[in-house]
């Protein structure tokens, strides 16, 4: 018989089973980072992951899986991140095509006359905040304000991870907060009897106490830091903005355009990447010179020349030739193709994922923490600790809220907690950490949005670092601890939503 026509049917694994693979993905992704450091993101931590779901094809197939029904599973994980990869692509053409039509130079330009040095960082937060919650996603936050921001950041001489710190903590503080994001609305959807709104007031008492030392964190790190340019270095940069590009407010048209359209509630790719080609397209009206530059065809009319821009921005990003080396740095990215080594960890993370659950190895892992929980407050930390341990080894905070809320659902139901009390704790656990782990699709997607390795802002997200201490804490004092009546039996026919990466937090 074949290893693929085994018709035995596959045994549970044991806890050593279910160990192994997770001993190996922190052995090789330890390796990697050992020997790599913040460059193992280029290409070695996506061949751990590979290797680490290698091994657990491996333990399963020991088990009884067959190769091809493991296979099959990759494959269906990987088919869920097909959303999440369509935004990252639409991420990368919209942050060249706002290169290539000035939007991201106008908004760093006004962005650099009007913040000082000394409001930078808790003005980033708030601002990106505010943003998020119209757009109801972090990633749209950071791929188009935070792009921004991070642009403003050597101007005005603060520290450009201290600024992806503050995009990141605003950003999740929205994503969070917002009925418009998806893991929001999800979110209690998962627990069952939960409201949208009620869910939201209920983390309300979690998160505004962390993003207010978050922002108190912020405020002095921009007093007390030796912050600012180099006497003379903020005018020569925006004159030389300001030679580059023809700055108007008509170059924010494609930022009031994505606006629109999330507030419409378009789906992420949709709205970033109509952005993104009318960005393209204003370019031609705004930006001829940069547009011909771009395009290298003299012998192209303007109307063929912005298509050919178009196509070159949104597809390996724009590249600027101004002669002042800093300012052709700030705005030479983008495009498509920049996105590609992100894409490539969140496959591979992924797949690792696929095997970890098609096999049972998370369940295998899990069950037992539910039963070692005594007190309400223990079994709220162990469902808070499930999820950011899921996103260490699954890598995608979908699946950090998705599995901890459908297998921890029953056990609070029967213990008499109220469902908000496990819809808050996914958000203030499973989403918030996402960004903190560097394999993780959210982590590897602001790392290569704000070009700062995840190692490096990491210290900086107070507000992602600061929840879920809140959020255990607040379980284990019993503060804010809601009961209910306790449960016999919870139905479990209804239809859980299938795992799939965020569009909008992970998204």
């Known amino acids: 018989m074949t290893p693929d026509t085994d018709a035995r049917p596959p045994r549970p694994p044991s806890l050593l089973d ?25 290409g070695p931590l996506q061949v751990a992951l590979l290797l680490s779901a290698y091994v657990a094809a491996l333990v399963a197939r020991k088990n009884g899986h067959t190769f091809i029904h493991i296979a099959d599973a990759i494959v269906g994980g990987v088919s869920s991140a097909m959303s999440a990869i369509f935004i990252l692509l639409a991420v990368g053409a ?40 119209v757009t109801g996603s972090s990633w749209t936050t950071a791929g188009t304000l935070g792009v921004a921001f991070m642009g403003m950041a050597p101007v005005l001489g603060v520290q450009p991870e201290i600024t992806a710190g503050a995009v990141i903590s605003g950003a999740y503080l929205a994503d969070k907060s917002s009925p418009l994001s998806d893991t929001t609305v ?18 309300l008492w979690t998160t505004v106490p962390a993003f207010v030392i ?9 007093l007390t830091e030796d912050v600012g340019a180099v006497p003379g270095q903020k005018d020569a940069a925006l004159n030389a903005v300001d030679a580059a590009f023809s700055i108007s407010f008509v170059n924010l048209l494609p930022l009031i355009v994505l606006l629109v359209f999330c507030i419409l509630r378009f789906p992420p790719f949709l709205s970033i990447l109509s952005s ?17 530059s771009l ?3 003299a012998d192209l009319g303007i109307v063929l020349a912005t298509v050919k821009s178009m196509f070159i921005s949104t597809a390996t990003g724009f590249e600027l030739n101004s002669g002042v080396q800093a300012i052709d740095d700030l705005f030479s990215r983008g495009g498509m193709s920049a996105m590609l080594t992100t ?43 499930t999820a950011i341990g899921l996103n260490v080894i699954a890598g995608d905070q979908y699946v950090s809220v998705v599995l901890p809320a459908r297998m921890y659902r029953l056990e609070f139901a029967r213990r008499g907690i109220d469902p908000r009390m496990l819809s808050r704790t996914m958000a203030d656990t499973g989403t918030v950490t996402s960004a903190l782990i560097p394999w993780n699709s959210c982590g590897a997607y602001m790392s290569g949005t704000l070009g700062v390795s995840t190692l490096s802002y990491f210290p900086y997200c107070f507000l992602n670092l600061l929840n879920p201490f809140f959020s ?9 601890l809601k009961r209910v009546p306790p449960l016999e039996e919870v139905d479990a026919s209804e239809p859980e939503p299938a795992l799939a990466p965020s569009a909008g937090s992970g998204t």
Request: proline residues 4%; charged residues 10%; negative net charge.
């Open 18 to 42: 279910s160990l192994i693979p997770v001993v190996a993905l922190i052995v090789l992704i330890g390796l990697a980072l050992s020997l790599f450091g913040t460059d193992a993101t280029s």
């Open 94 to 133: 919209l942050i060249g095509a706002w290169n290539l039509s000035g939007t991201t130079a106008t908004v760093v330009y006004y962005g650099v006359k009007l913040l000082q040095p000394e409001i930078f960082y808790p003005s980033v937060a708030l601002i990106c905040f505010l943003v998020g919650i």
């Open 186 to 203: 999800l979110i209690p959807k998962l627990v069952g009897n939960v409201e949208v709104y009620d869910h939201i007031r209920a983390i």
């Open 214 to 222: 978050a922002l108190a964190a912020f405020v002095l790190l921009a």
């Open 276 to 292: 993104a080609l009318f960005a393209a397209a204003l370019a031609g009206f705004t930006q001829p010179d940069l547009v011909h």
């Open 295 to 297: 395009a290298d065809d």
């Open 343 to 385: 894409i490539w960890l969140v496959l591979g993370a992924l797949s690792f994922a696929a095997v970890m659950e098609h096999a049972g190895f998370l369940d295998r892992l899990i069950r037992p923490v539910i039963h070692t929980a005594k007190s309400a407050g223990q079994l709220i930390c162990a469902a808070g600790a």
């Open 472 to 480: 255990m804490g607040y379980a284990l004092a019993g503060f804010q």
